[in-house]
């Protein structure tokens, strides 16, 4: 579920969930960090004490409580432990980058479960005015921005702060007026580049949406290929995604030229900086006490002090680029879910068939400006009902209500009895099986495509391929069941492509069956044997065929007519007959 906004105070609260891991993250951190600033403090030891002869006390601490030596000595055992600082801080190091990973692929494995989550209950009235190449990359290139934020940035971020902290401490210690100076000064770099990263960031927005815009277009041409190819229209598509990729081209060379440039110049100023601080250390030397040894002490801090100083000021960087990724992932969780229902009866449990009744049902996609209106009617348990009229009367529209797929709010539906709004949509999908007129199908074997990755023994498989005539079809197949369809089944003409959807069908045994013009494709021979098969099957079955040629309504005990949204008529087929002759003048 989504629980919390794809922010960065709603990612530093699904951060800190994991408080025993960030808490001995910081641990290490301190530790690794701690070592490393005490590096520096063994340069006044050598210069100072080994070279100008001034005391600080280390090697008379030494000398006393470990080992005499000479200057070659005590010079090997310095650089001996300074090695040994920073083989066990990068140690810590690698173990804090560890726990940090960790924790970020944890929260982005469950923001892209969310997403899943909430597109699988996405409307198909939102579903059908996506654009696929732009769903996949908010879940693929601004999921990897956030991870990014998280495991290396946040990370870092802990350290750079800690690093002049305890690097300010240090230099207070030795020498607090040129601390201070260099403290006050220091923090102008980072100020600086705030603005910056502002602009930084709106230009590595533009570049996402540039990158979202051509995955989309292309995303489109490649699943639509054979249709474009059909059309002969291959250059005119790929010229589309050629645009796109140059101006995908232009926002990445307007986005990477100036952000180098911007860190740059941070730099820039950062070193402009450093050699003032040098400057002045060189005085504090000949003008107080500050000795040779602490002043090159000061350097060394200067220098580590620098990689956090990046590090913070990329931070902000990265920083406008997460919150870009965040925005553009908010925009999957605002489209419209399915209304969620809190189920208390289950009217298809132990029937075989049930009746279905539409009260006073109206339906738009867009508002003033009805597909349907106020529609009505009563189609018995066991009934077999057929939906006539012309092309664009609602139809197909009507089919898609009937099984839960776009949602009303005007009007209602029972399902013996009990209202659509007391029913959750996947208890009316399991149990309602609509069969289209063009059947989608995968890109995986014969088998996967009559199962969609449920278990049914041989003997159900064969029996519904046998009902939907797709014994010859199964004969010519080199590995059977286990043969690849293609692309959409490409391998399939669209008359076993709508066959399979068929079998498909018979394998899930649902309580009712909307045929929506589902054998359009087959010969009227192949149609009469198919629907002679199926008989028995859907004898105890309600049945609602939405057809455009006489033969496949024949068998209908129930006839409604559409026009233009609206049941202009109904009744038996002799009634409607007898009555007025045109309804059928277009069915052959």
Same mark, same amino acid.
């Given at each position: 579920? &989504?629980?919390?906004?794809? %922010?960065?105070?709603?990612?530093?609260?699904?951060?800190?969930?994991?408080?025993?891991?960030?808490?001995?993250?910081?641990?290490?951190?301190?530790?690794?960090?701690?070592?490393?600033?005490?590096?520096?403090?063994?340069?006044?030891?050598?210069?100072?004490?080994?070279?100008?002869?001034?005391?600080?006390?280390? #090697?008379?601490?030494?000398?006393?409580?470990?080992?005499?030596?000479?200057?070659?000595?005590?010079?090997?055992?310095?650089?001996?432990?300074? #090695?040994?600082?920073?083989?066990?801080?990068?140690?810590? /190091?690698?173990?804090?980058?560890?726990?940090?990973?960790?924790?970020?692929?944890?929260?982005?494995?469950?923001?892209?479960?969310?997403?899943?989550?909430?597109?699988?209950?996405?409307?198909?009235?939102?579903?059908?005015?996506?654009?696929?190449?732009?769903?996949?990359?908010?879940?693929?290139?601004?999921?990897?921005? =956030?991870?990014?934020?998280?495991? +290396?940035?946040?990370?870092?971020?802990?350290?750079?702060?800690?690093?002049?902290?305890?690097?300010?401490?240090? @230099?207070?210690?030795? &020498?607090?007026?040129?601390?201070?100076?260099?403290?006050?000064?220091?923090?102008?770099?980072? @100020?600086?580049?705030?603005?910056?990263?502002? +602009? #930084?960031?709106?230009?590595?927005?533009?570049?996402?949406?540039?990158?979202?815009?051509?995955?989309? %277009?292309?995303?489109?041409?490649?699943?639509?290929? &054979?249709?474009?190819?059909?059309?002969?229209?291959?250059?005119?598509?790929?010229?589309?995604?050629?645009?796109?990729?140059?101006?995908?081209?232009?926002?990445?060379?307007?986005?990477?030229?100036?952000?180098?440039?911007?860190?740059?110049?941070?730099?820039?100023?950062?070193?402009?900086?450093?050699?003032?601080?040098?400057?002045?250390?060189?005085?504090?030397?000949?003008?107080?006490?500050?000795?040779?040894?602490?002043?090159?002490?000061?350097?060394?801090?200067?220098?580590?002090?620098?990689?956090?100083?990046?590090?913070? #000021?990329?931070?902000?960087?990265?920083?406008? /680029?997460?919150?870009?990724?965040?925005?553009?992932?908010?925009?999957?969780?605002?489209?419209?879910?399915?209304?969620?229902?809190?189920?208390?009866?289950?009217?298809?449990?132990?029937?075989?068939?049930?009746?279905?009744?539409?009260?006073?049902?109206?339906?738009?996609?867009?508002?003033?400006?009805?597909?349907?209106?106020?529609?009505?009617?009563?189609?018995?348990?066991?009934?077999?009902?057929?939906?006539?009229?012309?092309?664009? +009367?609602?139809?197909?529209?009507? /089919?898609?209500?009937?099984?839960?797929?776009?949602?009303?709010?005007?009007?209602?539906?029972?399902?013996?009895?009990?209202?659509?709004?007391?029913?959750?949509?996947?208890?009316?999908?399991?149990?309602?099986?609509?069969?289209?007129?063009?059947?989608?199908?995968?890109?995986?074997?014969?088998?996967?495509?009559?199962?969609?990755?449920?278990?049914?023994?041989?003997?159900?498989?064969?029996?519904?391929?046998?009902?939907?005539?797709?014994?010859?079809?199964?004969?010519?197949?080199?590995?059977? @069941?286990?043969?690849?369809?293609?692309?959409?089944?490409?391998?399939?003409?669209?008359?076993?492509?709508?066959?399979?959807?068929?079998?498909?069908?018979?394998?899930?045994?649902?309580?009712?069956?909307?045929?929506?013009?589902?054998?359009?494709?087959?010969?009227?021979?192949?149609?009469?044997?198919?629907?002679?098969?199926?008989?028995?099957?859907?004898?105890?079955?309600?049945?609602?065929? =939405?057809?455009?040629?006489?033969?496949?309504?024949?068998?209908?005990?129930?006839?409604?007519?559409?026009?233009?949204?609206?049941?202009?008529?109904?009744?038996?087929?002799?009634?409607?007959?007898?009555?007025?002759? /045109?309804?059928?003048?277009?069915?052959?």
């Amino acid at each position: 579920m &989504h629980t919390e906004k794809c %922010t960065i105070k709603g990612l530093l609260s699904q951060l800190f969930t994991y408080k025993k891991e960030v808490l001995f993250g910081n641990g290490v951190a301190i530790l690794a960090t701690f070592l490393v600033v005490l590096i520096p403090l063994f340069i006044p030891i050598l210069v100072d004490e080994l070279l100008l002869g001034k005391d600080h006390g280390f #090697i008379t601490f030494v000398s006393q409580h470990l080992f005499t030596s000479d200057v070659k000595g005590y010079v090997f055992f310095v650089l001996a432990l300074i #090695i040994f600082l920073r083989f066990f801080s990068t140690l810590l /190091s690698i173990l804090q980058t560890k726990i940090f990973v960790s924790i970020s692929k944890n929260i982005t494995y469950t923001m892209r479960i969310s997403l899943l989550e909430h597109l699988k209950r996405i409307s198909l009235k939102e579903f059908e005015m996506m654009r696929v190449g732009a769903v996949t990359s908010k879940l693929v290139t601004d999921v990897e921005t =956030i991870d990014g934020f998280i495991s +290396s940035t946040i990370s870092k971020l802990i350290v750079a702060v800690l690093l002049l902290l305890f690097s300010a401490i240090i @230099l207070l210690a030795i &020498h607090w007026q040129l601390a201070i100076f260099i403290l006050i000064t220091n923090p102008l770099v980072v @100020l600086f580049t705030v603005k910056m990263a502002r +602009s #930084i960031g709106e230009l590595k927005k533009e570049e996402n949406k540039a990158v979202e815009i051509f995955q989309a %277009t292309l995303t489109e041409t490649l699943e639509l290929f &054979h249709q474009i190819r059909a059309a002969n229209k291959e250059a005119y598509f790929f010229k589309q995604s050629q645009i796109k990729a140059e101006a995908l081209k232009e926002h990445s060379v307007n986005y990477g030229y100036k952000s180098d440039a911007a860190q740059k110049l941070s730099s820039l100023v950062f070193l402009t900086g450093y050699e003032i601080f040098r400057a002045v250390s060189i005085l504090a030397v000949a003008y107080s006490d500050l000795s040779v040894g602490l002043m090159l002490a000061i350097f060394s801090y200067l220098w580590v002090m620098v990689g956090p100083t990046h590090d913070i #000021i990329n931070f902000q960087y990265v920083l406008s /680029s997460a919150k870009a990724a965040c925005s553009r992932i908010e925009s999957i969780y605002r489209m419209e879910q399915e209304p969620q229902v809190i189920q208390q009866n289950n009217p298809f449990v132990g029937k075989h068939a049930i009746g279905i009744e539409v009260k006073n049902l109206t339906f738009s996609y867009h508002e003033n400006k009805n597909i349907l209106t106020n529609i009505n009617m009563q189609i018995q348990e066991g009934m077999k009902v057929a939906i006539v009229g012309a092309s664009g +009367s609602g139809k197909t529209t009507l /089919s898609n209500i009937l099984v839960g797929f776009y949602p009303f709010h005007t009007g209602e539906i029972l399902y013996n009895g009990v209202s659509n709004k007391a029913l959750k949509l996947s208890t009316i999908r399991e149990n309602i099986h609509l069969i289209l007129q063009h059947p989608k199908l995968f890109n995986d074997t014969m088998r996967f495509n009559l199962t969609l990755g449920k278990s049914y023994s041989d003997e159900s498989v064969k029996n519904a391929l046998h009902i939907a005539q797709l014994d010859d079809v199964m004969e010519r197949l080199d590995l059977g @069941l286990d043969t690849l369809v293609g692309k959409d089944g490409i391998k399939l003409s669209g008359g076993q492509r709508q066959r399979v959807a068929i079998a498909r069908m018979i394998l899930s045994d649902p309580k009712v069956v909307i045929f929506d013009e589902s054998t359009s494709a087959l010969d009227v021979h192949t149609e009469v044997r198919l629907f002679g098969a199926l008989q028995d099957f859907l004898a105890d079955k309600t049945v609602i065929t =939405i057809a455009h040629r006489l033969s496949t309504i024949k068998n209908a005990e129930y006839i409604y007519v559409l026009e233009d949204g609206v049941v202009v008529d109904s009744g038996s087929p002799k009634e409607l007959l007898e009555k007025d002759q /045109s309804y059928f003048s277009s069915m052959v």
